[in-house]
């Protein structure tokens, strides 16, 4: 197996290897405080080994439900916010067809927002429909979710009566706290477990992402594969990889490039980038300090927010998510008039075409004054993804390390709860 590779030649007209240096001895630091259990917030480095010790039978376990939950049903909402469903969402579309949501898909998701429009849209669409619902929350008390399996579960139970609705929905909570636990209990739902000592934006190869990747049909165990080789690698020498990552943005950081946009060439890793958000956003976002972090997806975005990054203020650099090889392949047709000019593209792979936007756009956002680093991907599978999300996670503690930072809590996230759960009335909220 081939592994992710990090290429970043293009910051060093920006920064030079001193400074990365600089950084670098930071990262070996840090890196050292994660495997060690000394750096802050080491309650909850239970990530940090989470692939190894995923066991078969917990794999059984996961298939088994999932396939009894695929056979019983049309379609399984899965509701869930932050890191409990962009984790799942992220190797979903990344591995589901484009255009498999207009051909009936296993999975939708609820419970990552509040908007009434969207539920209501979505009650229409299961009614009539066998369905089954996963829910997944680390507290057990997030408002989208509940307020989203309220309604779900009040329409399943109307469809199908109180028994098959039990048998349909599946909670993947804390093994003792929370109101999810003390209804799963009490009504007798499956659960599965989210260790108490692994955030929820570190969540992905926890139940959280893996039963519902094994819902939507895809090969959960070579994403776990691709994480166990990650870590073992990063054991080594190949911690390297993610250090490096971890001090060049540093570096980039230290020198005013206080934003990071996360690119992509495929669509299929929007939410990849959706997921790497939060990951870096809730880690490193505190304190006054933190490296923004954004995404576009190109060349889409290069026909609207290209302008900005090509000449805005200067204070931005790119993480290019780089896919090798194509899943298909597809030539660019001959035309006997060639009206369109295209000609020139006669028989090339429209890939080629893809990776000379690439390349085109790199060099011209250097030239601008963009930073560029490239994550180079050999494949789009599960197994590279599963390599991606643990370089990933590794890099985001040592960052937030080099930072200074407690990575692994978000205490600002609070700040628009207590004022929302204020004026909803939320008993005990009124004096805030
Ligand atoms: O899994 P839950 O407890 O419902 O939390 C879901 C999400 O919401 C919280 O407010 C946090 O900011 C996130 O880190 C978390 O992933």
């Known amino acids: 197996m081939d592994r992710i590779k990090l290429d970043y030649s293009k910051v060093l007209s920006f920064v030079g290897e001193e400074e990365i240096a600089v950084q670098r001895e930071k990262a070996t630091k840090a890196l050292k405080d ?98 089954g619902i996963c829910v997944i929350s680390k507290s057990g008390t997030t408002t989208e979710p509940a307020v989203a399996f ?150 889409t975005d290069l026909h609207s927010m290209g302008q900005y990054i090509q000449e805005g203020r200067r204070n931005l650099f790119e993480t290019v998510l780089s896919i090798d090889k194509t899943k298909y392949s597809l030539q660019v047709p001959c035309d006997a008039h060639d009206l369109d000019k295209l000609n020139y593209l006669a028989g090339k792979r429209v890939d080629e075409v893809n990776k000379m936007a690439e390349l085109g756009t790199q060099l011209a956002h250097v030239d601008g004054g963009v930073p560029n680093i490239r994550v180079i991907i050999p494949e789009l599978t599960e197994y590279y993804l599963g390599q991606l999300f643990y370089f990933y996670e590794l890099a985001c503690g040592i960052s937030g390390g080099i930072l200074g930072v407690n990575t692994f809590d978000q205490p600002g996230v609070e700040a628009y709860k207590n004022n929302m759960f204020m004026l909803l009335g939320k008993p005990g909220y009124e004096r805030k």
Not at 183 to 198: A, K, L, Q
Not at 254 to 267: L, R
Request: proline residues 2%; negative net charge; glycine residues 10%.
């Open 34 to 131: 994660l495997e060690d259990g000394t750096c802050k917030g080491s309650d909850f480095l239970g990530w940090l080994d989470l692939p190894v010790h995923i066991t078969d039978d917990e794999l059984d376990r996961i298939s088994a439900c999932a396939n009894k939950l695929r056979e019983q049903t049309d379609v399984v909402v899965i509701v869930g916010i932050g890191g409990s469903y962009l984790g799942a969402k992220a190797v979903i579309e990344a591995m589901s067809g484009s255009f498999d949501a207009y051909s009936g898909t296993k999975v939708v998701f609820a419970g990552n927002n509040v908007s009434e429009d969207y539920l209501y849209e979505l009650q229409a669409f299961l009614k009539d429909k066998k369905f």
């Open 150 to 299: 309220r309604l779900l579960k009040d329409q399943l139970i109307e469809q199908e009566g109180i028994t098959v609705a039990r048998e349909r929905i599946v909670a993947i909570t804390d093994e003792k706290k929370g109101a999810l636990r003390t209804m799963s209990d009490r009504e007798g739902y499956e659960t599965f477990i989210i260790p108490d000592n692994v955030g929820g934006r570190y969540s992905v190869l926890t139940p959280v992402g893996l039963l519902p990747v094994v819902i939507a049909g895809f090969d959960v165990r070579a994403l776990v594969k691709g994480a166990v080789d990650m870590r073992a690698y990063s054991k080594g020498n190949g911690a390297e990889l993610s250090a490096t990552y971890a001090a060049v943005r540093n570096a980039l950081y230290e020198k005013g490039y206080v934003i990071e946009i996360t690119v992509n060439f495929n669509p299929k890793l929007h939410y990849v980038a959706e997921w790497w958000k939060q990951l870096y956003g809730e880690s490193e976002g505190k304190e006054n300090k933190g490296i923004f972090p954004a995404s576009v997806d190109f060349t």
